[in-house]
Nanobody, 113 residues
Framework: QVQLVESGGGLVQAGGSLRLSCAAS??????MGWYRQAPGTQRELVAS???????NYADSVKGRFTISRDNAKNTVALQMNSLKDEDTAVYYC?????????WGQGTQVTVSS
């Protein structure tokens, strides 16, 4: 059974930091990353990373968020700094095996001003 389990969401003041973690089991993914979805909007890519560590970021988070993978532990993390109101969303971890995508259950991040 494939599972992705997120942790680390919560409430933070604008300008603060949060770290999201995602632990995968049951499969090794070529790409892992994070999407987010705010109320009334479409799910959007935040950041992704290959197993080799090549990262991709949404323009809105470049310079503020950092994605990292631990292939040995099959985990991916998202360090979020200088958080803004517009970062408020449910954040979803995902894994792309090349033939299928898998999703975590989501973790809420709320940034208050």
């Amino acid at each position: 059974q494939v599972q992705l389990v997120e942790s680390g969401g919560g409430l933070v003041q604008a300008g603060g930091s949060l770290r999201l973690s995602c632990a995968a089991s049951g499969k090794v993914f070529s790409i892992m990353g994070w999407y987010r979805q705010a109320p009334g909007t479409q799910r959007e890519l935040v950041a992704s990373s290959t197993r080799g560590g090549s990262a991709n970021y949404a323009d809105s988070v470049k310079g503020r968020f950092t994605i990292s993978r631990d292939n040995a532990k099959n985990t991916v993390a998202l360090q979020m700094n200088s958080l803004k109101d517009e970062d408020t969303a449910v954040y979803y971890c995902y894994g792309d095996s090349g033939s299928s995508w898998y999703w975590g259950q989501g973790t809420q991040v709320t940034v208050s001003s």
